[in-house]
């Protein structure tokens, strides 16, 4: 019997290649969002997760849950409206799963986390880990953070993995058209250290993290292999980091939101590449 998964904001550009791929690879899927997918791969139920008896209602005889629905990103709500819908939700759901005895939580934190967009704080070092300060900048960002310790404690609590993915900045095909046009200016696209994942490679690491042996409550970057630039990173960095360190053996067009820790514990391979688009 196929595993029973609920994908919260499966109809997202994240969520859509979730479901698609966790599909494709013999789950049962249920799409909980407030609106439905363009793509109605999987059944679909309109649910509040920031109202917990929703959250509870829809993880009933769920064997496990991919919580990406959220206000995807800083600026598209006031601060406080983000700050609350994200916070609210998140703990919902990490609520529910603990309570009903799901087997484990995967969820999207953020590489918001790590400091983005470097203005106030310069990255420590390059590329960046796991390892690196935390420096939220927006209430964004801090709800991911306030929700990675939450997940902590939650585990602490009740020994039920949670496994969240610092997505990086999310990618289409359709959407490498555009790369050209971040070549000029190393500026451009600094606020990431110009880096990207594409939704494919997000649907890979949420399958893993459904299928990974992991313990704990564990945060891992999940990003693509390179960046979003034509130029070296040595040139990059010493364009617009220049007190920065590169790390040795960093190559030149590797990405600088280092995806170790993913491929090591995951087992997290990034297959797909704007070069291999244009």
């Not at 209602?57 to 600026?75: K, M, S, T, W, Y």
């Not at 709500?77 to 603990?98: D, P």
């Not at 600088?256 to 797909?272: M, Q, S, V």
Request: glycine share 6%; proline share 6%; with cysteine.
């Amino acid at each position: 019997m196929s595993k029973k998964i609920v994908v919260t904001g499966g109809s997202g550009k994240a969520g859509r290649a979730v479901v698609k791929d966790l599909l494709e690879h013999g789950y049962d899927v249920l799409n909980v969002d407030l609106a439905p997918s363009r793509e109605p791969l999987a059944p679909y139920l309109k649910v509040d997760l920031t109202d917990l008896g929703q959250a509870f209602e829809v993880l009933q005889g769920i064997d496990a849950v991919v919580h990406l629905a959220a206000i995807p990103a800083p600026g598209l709500q006031t601060e406080e409206t983000t700050f609350r819908i994200n916070m609210a939700s998140t703990y919902n759901i990490f609520s529910a799963a603990t309570s009903l005895g799901l087997e484990r939580v995967v969820w999207a934190s953020s590489e918001t986390t790590l400091g983005l967009p470097f203005d106030r704080e310069q990255p420590a070092y390059a590329p960046i880990d796991e390892d690196h300060p935390l420096y939220p900048e927006s209430s964004y960002a801090l709800s991911k953070v306030l929700s990675e310790e939450m997940a902590r404690q939650f585990n602490r609590w009740s020994g039920l993995p949670f496994i969240g993915l610092r997505l990086s900045n999310i990618m289409e095909p359709d959407d490498y058209q555009r790369f050209p046009g971040f070549w000029d200016d190393p500026r451009q696209r600094k606020w990431n250290l110009w880096g990207y994942v594409d939704a494919r490679d997000v649907a890979q690491s949420c399958r893993l993290g459904l299928e990974a042996d992991i313990r704990g409550a564990e945060a891992f970057i999940i990003a693509a292999a390179d960046t979003v630039m034509n130029r070296p990173n040595r040139e990059l960095m010493a364009a617009v980091f220049p007190d920065v360190t590169l790390r040795e053996g960093t190559g030149d067009f590797e990405t600088l939101l280092a995806i170790d820790k993913a491929r090591k514990l995951l087992g997290y391979a990034p297959n797909y590449s704007w070069r291999d688009h244009l």
